[in-house]
């Protein structure tokens, strides 16, 4: 009986905030919000606050609802 201890079991999990659904973190696209717009950041490498989104059609089709909702909701700053 080999039982290998591993101690590999953390792996990071993200919620959509479409579906509000955890995943792990490379199943998910992230995204920030920058100059008003979504920028997905593919690259993984943009240092602003980011949010997750499954990469499933339908969740990323809601992200623009999603985020005018969201605008709205922000004071208007100039
Ligand atoms: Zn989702």
Redesign the pocket.
Known sequence: MSNRSSKAGHIPERT??????K?KQKD?IRFVISNSEVVYDLSKNIAARGYY??D?N??LEKIEKWFSKKKKKQVKNG
Request: hydrophobic content about 45%; proline content about 0%; some cysteine.
């Open positions: 959509c905030v479409i579906c509000k659904e995943k998910l989104v499954c499933v339908l969740c």
